[in-house]
């Protein structure tokens, strides 16, 4: 069970930190949106770290750790309302998004409130507000990453037939 656990918070963090990666490259794009594009500061934002690449190495673990964060969380209040701590059914699946959708949300809410990750991330959440894209990227974050972890399941269930 333990190892299970870790596996699932292992292939969200890895998720996450890929997102990340992918997230800075489009921030520093002309063709990306402006709220991708709102993310700059934040990705060229002053550390101590002074190398540039350890600097984003750094962010994508951060981005990782705060799925994993809350992903616990929610894993924990879904195995108390639903008593699964993760999907592993396309229902169970809709049933944890419902759940994650708040969570997610009020995590990106308090980051931006606290300040979290300082004030280089200040532009974005005035550009594209505060809740509702953090909530979106856990969505993400799960639906992924439950494909990851469902692979041969959902690869019998539903493509097996076709090929």
Known sequence: MINKLLYICFVYFIVSAIADII???????????LKVRALKPYFL????????IVRDILSAFNAGITIVIALIVTMFVSSIIFKFNHPSSLYELFLFICIAFPIGYIFDY?????????????????VAG???????????????????????ELYEKYFKKIY
């Open 130 to 152: 505060a809740g509702f894209w953090g909530a979106m990227s856990f969505i993400a974050a799960i639906v992924t990453s439950y494909v990851i972890i469902n692979r041969e």
């Open 45 to 52: 934002r002053n550390t101590i770290v002074k190398n540039s």
């Open 23 to 33: 997230l800075n490259f489009l921030s520093r794009q002309s063709y990306s949106s």
């Open 110 to 126: 308090l980051i931006y409130k606290i300040e979290v990750f300082g004030p280089s991330l200040r532009y974005f959440y005035k």
